[in-house]
C-alpha cells in the first residue's frame, strides 16, 4: 500500500491562489499515475502520468489548475490560481498504480485524508 498525505489547503479570497502538496509514502512513487480529487464524491479534478509527462483536468479547472509532480521527493503538486468561490471543498489526493502513461479519471486504489479549500467572494 501507499499513505498520502496532503497539506496545503486553507482559506482565500476570490481570485487568489493556493498551492496544495501531497507527499506519498513508499519505493514505487513513479509507478503510480497521480490525481487530485473535490467533494465527498470525489469528483475528478486533475491527474498526472508517472512521469509527470502527461497531465489531465476536467473542464472546469483548465487554465487555472496545474497539476504537477517530483519523483525525488515523492509529491505531488496542486497550483491554483484565479479561485472561484465553486472550488471551495476538501481537496484529496489519490493513486493508481499503472503499467502506462496514462491520466484516469477514475480507479484510483490510495487516498489521503483530504484538505479543506475555501474560497470566499
Known amino acids: 500500500q501507499v499513505q498520502l498525505v496532503e497539506s496545503g489547503g486553507g482559506l482565500v479570497q476570490a481570485g487568489g491562489s493556493l498551492r496544495l502538496s501531497c507527499a506519498a509514502s513508499g519505493r514505487t512513487f513513479s509507478t503510480y499515475a497521480m490525481g487530485w480529487f473535490r467533494q465527498a464524491s470525489r469528483d475528478f479534478v486533475a491527474a498526472i502520468s508517472r512521469?509527470?509527462?502527461?497531465?489531465a483536468y476536467t473542464d472546469s479547472v483548465k487554465g487555472r489548475f496545474t497539476i504537477s509532480r517530483d519523483n525525488a521527493r515523492n509529491t505531488v503538486d496542486l497550483q491554483m490560481n484565479s479561485l472561484k468561490p465553486e472550488d471551495t471543498a476538501d481537496y484529496y489526493c489519490?493513486?493508481?498504480?499503472?503499467?502506462?502513461?496514462?491520466?484516469?479519471?477514475?480507479?484510483?486504489?490510495?487516498w489521503g485524508q483530504g484538505t479543506q479549500v475555501t474560497v470566499s467572494s
Open positions: 489519490a493513486a493508481v498504480q499503472t503499467p502506462y502513461e496514462a491520466t484516469p479519471r477514475r480507479g484510483y486504489s490510495y
Open positions: 512521469s509527470g509527462r502527461t497531465t
